[in-house]
């Protein structure tokens, strides 16, 4: 059986697999910026190769969006995380245990193809066994908790490889992924009644989503200012410090790592006044925090000192948790539980492919083949432009359940779906 009664599960082991998942998503992610860095100088890669193995990871996660929304609707998380863990370790190996750069891109592809399902998986999960309001304190620990993985991705990872060398490294990974499927199978199970019935499309959410404005406005201001952290932080951070700016290789890691800590204090601070503060009020002061570090990253690239740019980092990395746990709270306030995971899957896709690939591609052109700053900075200004945008779809954006998509609306297509 899937699906089990709330008196049936260890709810501990359950949060413990998901957490520990989550955890090894933002690893992923934010290894990216230090893993590109240190084969750009162990095998030779140019820009254009840099922003090729940074861009695997951002292109696939954005395909991969939509189709992990759908079915974590209607598939068992026990399932999905088990097969997804599973593949994870196999695109490791293949990464770790080949000198050819373009198979190290195959298994990278094969890595994120899996793992960019996890979170929808993790929080509509959470959502189905925790009421709405319970959905935000808990959701924004299960986000803090897996930003530990980021932790890990920046100075644990670099001394880690320097001891055993990064192809170890991501075999070494690989067996934890394995472990991680064989947690979720043993562990995680899904509460009664909360996954759609078959009598319901599958694109059904999306149907229902299109129809309303402020579900495309969340999306795409979430896509042009919600993605700015990860693409200035954690997708070319780490080159921007070292090929960039020219910081030693260590103290670039630490900085993302004190980066990350914040994140940390932010997705708990975020669980503590979740309940007094409205989401839409945190989402706004966040981003505009945001918007304002990337203007004097942009203005001041080369004025500031080390210090200055660990500071940016730190605040950076704290608005950045305030305002992702923040979006997925006012999600939960505009959509039932069981479209949940499509509402997640469409905006998603829309930010990672929007907000994330396309951007790091434009990034990636904007960039010379030598790393001069100068093209950096190029970049920067661009991010600071689309970050305004989006800053303003949020400010403009209102709360609240979209038409058509509250459980009760569901609850009533699934009859008529039943009947016919």
Not at 14 to 19: E, G, I
Not at 141 to 166: E, N
Not at 227 to 235: E, G, K, L, N, R
Not at 284 to 289: E, F, H, M
Request: aromatic residues 12%; glycine residues 8%.
């Amino acid at each position: 059986m899937t699906q089990t009664s709330n008196q049936k599960v260890n709810k501990v082991g359950m949060y413990a697999v998901l957490f520990i998942a989550y955890a090894m998503v933002n690893f992923h992610r934010y290894a990216t910026s230090m893993t590109a860095s240190i084969l750009a100088t162990d095998l030779a890669l140019d820009a254009g190769q840099v922003a090729l193995y940074i861009g695997v990871y951002t292109w696939c996660n954005a395909i991969m969006q939509l189709p992990a929304g759908l079915i974590t609707d209607r598939i068992s998380a026990r399932k999905l995380l088990s097969v997804i863990y599973f593949l994870a370790g196999a695109g490791l190996l293949l990464m770790a245990y080949t000198n050819s750069f373009p198979l190290i891109l195959v298994g990278r592809g094969i890595l994120t193809a899996a793992v960019a399902c996890v979170f929808n998986i993790c929080s509509r999960h959470i959502a189905a066994w925790e009421t709405a309001d319970d959905y935000k304190r808990v959701n924004s620990m299960f986000m803090t908790a897996g930003k530990i993985g980021g932790l890990v991705a920046t100075t644990p990872l670099v001394v880690l490889i320097a001891a055993i060398g990064w192809a170890n490294t991501f075999g070494f990974i690989a067996a934890a992924s394995i472990l991680v499927a064989l947690g979720a199978w043993l562990f995680v199970r899904d509460k009664s009644d909360t996954l759609q019935n078959k009598s319901i499309s599958p694109l059904a959410s999306v149907k229902y989503l299109a129809k309303t404005r402020g579900f495309w406005l969340y999306c795409l201001a979430g896509a042009l200012v919600g993605m700015t952290v990860p693409m200035v932080f954690s997708a070319w951070g780490g080159t921007f410090l070292v090929q960039g700016l020219g910081v030693d290789s260590v103290v670039s890691s630490n900085i993302l790592m004190v980066g990350n800590i914040a994140s940390c204090v932010g997705g708990v601070t975020v669980a503590l006044v979740c309940k007094k503060i409205p989401a839409k009020l945190l989402v706004v002061i966040s981003y505009l925090v945001i918007t304002a570090c990337v203007a004097l990253l942009a203005l001041f690239t080369t004025q500031m000192s080390v210090v200055v740019y660990a500071v940016i980092f730190v605040i950076m990395g704290f608005a950045f948790y305030t305002s992702t746990t923040s979006v997925y709270a006012l999600m939960r306030e505009m959509c039932g539980v069981k479209f949940i995971g499509g509402f997640m899957g469409a905006s998603n896709f829309i930010s990672w492919l929007i907000g994330n690939a396309l951007v790091s591609s434009l990034w990636g052109l904007f960039i010379p083949a030598d790393f001069n700053i100068a093209g950096f900075r190029n970049a920067l200004f661009f991010q600071l432009a689309i970050s305004v945008v989006g800053l303003i779809g949020f400010i403009v954006l209102k709360p609240g359940m979209l038409k058509g998509c509250s459980d009760e609306d569901v609850a009533a297509l699934e009859a008529k779906g039943a009947a016919n």
